[in-house]
Structures are given as structure tokens and as C-alpha cells.
């Protein structure tokens, strides 16, 4: 081989790689088959921008790590008259529990009142089955009674010469007692007012990743707007002085008789904000839902037991116990947004475009192998190219293609 001539292939070589190629489009007469791909790429076309882009907006950057504050505050006032302690008056410093203002906290609604317990020996509640007894020697010395109130003496007592009676204990003096009268006493009891407490809760986010800060509260010049708005979901979006009771409707459920037994009720704030609209658009929503199992009623309810303690002139410690039944509620914040980012739209963009070249090889397939024309279609969509001489390279196109033309498939 000549020298020169090996040169010039190299060059030619060489110069090949900058030459355009394209890929040769074959109409097909197929009606059936072009309106189903005119289908498919109207459903990925219909799906990207529906589904894709408006509803889930993917063309946005998102961030779910949401940094919140909470803090309560109740205000009410309560006023109750029983036979142990006469008439009190309920503040916040009384029924809420901590009083700190955090986003788990109680609020007492009803009551039972054990007033005037001293150290000392008494007998054990008839309600505590391990504290009943035949005879002295079922209440050893020192033994703690299961589920009681304190430690056995060592005596059985017995009332008007009953066979069973309850072990003596060294306890809180008198215990507290269940009675028949229980259920009237607990309706005696409860802080009806607490119907119209009312809680300030006040919430401040932050979105980090795009430094955006928002709190519940709206940013008005009427120093009042706290002390007279009402929370409304429509009216009153940015008001956060909630009404007990309106939460308990909320929730489905008749205030009264969460009152009576207590409850849990848990408070969700969800923040879905969409920064590429005006920053008042992204607006708090709450959702109310009652938490405490209502399956039987040993399930259901909430209550506990604490003390006030005492001191006489005489320097002897004395005490009064509540049983407390109220609502505990937690506070949950949840949260979301989304900007505009060129990253992702350009992903989603390109995943669509893929899914159309996905629709044209669906087509394709089917044309190569279920059509009845599938080899003839076969002879114009693949062509094996061998070693030719000049003289087939130098053959026009129209004498190197058939001459048929596509058949109506």
C-alpha cells in the first residue's frame, strides 16, 4: 500500500468523528397504531404536568426538617363548692399542670378530695383486693399491701363482727375511699367553667434550608387582637387563643363526658408552605384528635393523684389529696416546603421525555412482531450494511431503497 494513500485513509478517519448522524424516520400508514401513540404520549404528557409538576410540584426543591417552638398559656377562671373544702376558686396556677406553658400539659376538670390525711394507722380501702382478710394472720407485720395505700400492722378489722374485714396499715390517714356516691360526687366536683378556658398557644418555625421564619401570630398594630379573637379556620386563621370546648368538639366528642373521666387529645399543626408564593399564603392548619382509647372504660380517661401539704401550729405535717380528672394534650408540629430548583425540574422533565421514547418502542414492537405486515415492516426498519465496493457506494439512494412502498397496516 501506498504511503500516501495510507495517509489519506487516516485522515479521512479522522475526520469522519466530526460528521453529523441522524437515525432514519419511517412513516407508517398505521391509524390504529399512531392514535395509540399519540395516546401515550398525551397520558406521560397529561401525567407529567398534572401530577408531576401541579399537585406534587417536583419542580421544587423540599425540606421537612422543621425547627418549632411551642409555648401555652391558659387563662379561666373555675369555682367549686364541696362538703370537705367549701367553695375554691380554680385559676390556671391551679388546674394546669406543669404550669410552665409547654407543649405537653394538663388541665384539671373534676375532682375527688381526701382533705386532712396524717401519718398514721387506719384501715385499708375495701376496693384493694389484696387487703382483705379472715384473720390476723393474713396481714403479716412489715408486708406492703399490692395495689394499697400502705405497710400491714399485723391486725384484721372487721366491722359489726363481719367475717372479712381489711388489714390495719401504717398510711396517709383515712385512705381514700370509692363509694356508691362516687359518680355524684365526681359530677359535685367538676370546674363546669372549664368549658370557656381558654389556650394561647403560640407556635414559631423555622425552614433552615431556605431561611424562612414564621409563627402563627399575625402582625397587626391592634394591640387587642389577642384578647378578643377566637380561633376560626376561615375567618380567623391567624388567631391562636383556642377554646377548650371547641376542641373537644372538634374532636367528636361531648365535652361533659371528657370533663367527668378525663381524656387525651393530641394537637397537630402541620405547615405546608410554598415559598415561591407570597409568604402569607403559607398559613398554619390544626387537626384535633382525641388519643386515649375508648375500648371499655377502665381504657379510657385520664386521671392522677397529688398532694397539698400542710403544717399545724404544732408543727405536725398534715395533707389534703386530689384525684384529678382532666385532658392532657400534646402539641405536634409537623412541616413542609418547597422552592423552585432548576436540578429537579430538569430530572423530571428528562424522566418524561424518556417514558415518550418508552411509548415509541411500545409501537414498535408491536409493528415488528403482532402486525400481519411485521417482515415487510421489518425490510424498512433494519438494513445490514456490508463491505461495498465503489461502485454500490457511488449508487444514488433511490437505487440502493426498494422501490414498494409501506403497505396500510
Known amino acids: 500500500m501506498a504511503p500516501n494513500s495510507w495517509k489519506s485513509k487516516v485522515i479521512m478517519n479522522v475526520l469522519s468523528y466530526l460528521d453529523y448522524k441522524t437515525g432514519k424516520v419511517i412513516i407508517v400508514g398505521s391509524k390504529r397504531v ?34 418549632s417552638a411551642v409555648m401555652t398559656k391558659l387563662k379561666g377562671v373555675a369555682v367549686t363548692n364541696t362538703s370537705e373544702s367549701g367553695w375554691m376558686v380554680w385559676g390556671p396556677v391551679d388546674y394546669v399542670i406543669p404550669p410552665q406553658g409547654e407543649a405537653v400539659f394538663f388541665i384539671v376538670t373534676n375532682f375527688i378530695e381526701t382533705p386532712n390525711q396524717k401519718l398514721g394507722n387506719c384501715a385499708e380501702s375495701p376496693n384493694v383486693p389484696d387487703g382483705h382478710c379472715k384473720g390476723d394472720e393474713d396481714c403479716a407485720e412489715g408486708e406492703l399491701v399490692v395495689a394499697g395505700h400502705g405497710v400491714r400492722t399485723g391486725r384484721c378489722m372487721r366491722d359489726n363482727g363481719k367475717s372479712n374485714g381489711t388489714c390495719e396499715i401504717y398510711s396517709w390517714c383515712p385512705v381514700e375511699r370509692r363509694c356508691q356516691s362516687q359518680d355524684r360526687h365526681k359530677h359535685t366536683n367538676m370546674l363546669r367553667e372549664a368549658e370557656n378556658f381558654t389556650i394561647y398557644i403560640k407556635n414559631v418555625i423555622r425552614f433552615p434550608k431556605f431561611s424562612f421564619s414564621k409563627a402563627n401570630i399575625q402582625d397587626t398594630a391592634d394591640k387587642f387582637h389577642l384578647k378578643k379573637c377566637r ?34 387529645i393530641g394537637i397537630l399543626i402541620r405547615w405546608e408552605c410554598d415559598l415561591d408564593r407570597d409568604p402569607s399564603e403559607c398559613q398554619p392548619r390544626y387537626n384535633f384528635t382525641r388519643t386515649d382509647i375508648n375500648v371499655s372504660r377502665e381504657s379510657s380517661g385520664f386521671n392522677f393523684r397529688h398532694a397539698r ?25 409537623h412541616g413542609k416546603a418547597g422552592k423552585f430548583c ?31 405486515n411485521r417482515e415487510f415492516y421489518k425490510d424498512w426498519k433494519f438494513e445490514n450494511v456490508k463491505n461495498s465496493t465503489t461502485e454500490d457506494i457511488q449508487q444514488t439512494p433511490e437505487e440502493q431503497q426498494p422501490t414498494d412502498l409501506l403497505p396500510e397496516v
Open 231 to 264: 380561633y376560626d379556620e376561615a375567618l380567623e386563621p391567624y388567631c391562636p387563643i383556642f377554646r377548650l370546648g371547641d376542641i373537644v368538639n372538634q374532636t367528636g366528642h361531648s365535652f361533659q363526658d371528657m370533663a367527668l373521666m378525663g381524656g387525651l
Open 309 to 333: 401539704y400542710y403544717e399545724t401550729e404544732s408543727g405536725e405535717s398534715y395533707r389534703t389529696q386530689f384525684k384529678v380528672y382532666g385532658i392532657r394534650i400534646n402539641i405536634m408540629v
Open 34 to 67: 399512531g392514535s395509540l401513540y399519540r395516546v401515550i404520549q398525551l397520558s406521560i404528557i397529561g401525567y407529567l404536568v398534572g401530577y408531576v409538576f401541579l399537585s406534587k410540584k417536583s419542580y421544587q426543591t423540599k425540606e421537612e426538617s422543621i425547627q
Open 342 to 372: 432548576i436540578i429537579p425540574t430538569f430530572i423530571h422533565i428528562g424522566s418524561g421525555l424518556a417514558c415518550i421514547g418508552g411509548g415509541a418502542w411500545f409501537c414498535d414492537w408491536i409493528l415488528l412482531y403482532l402486525m400481519k
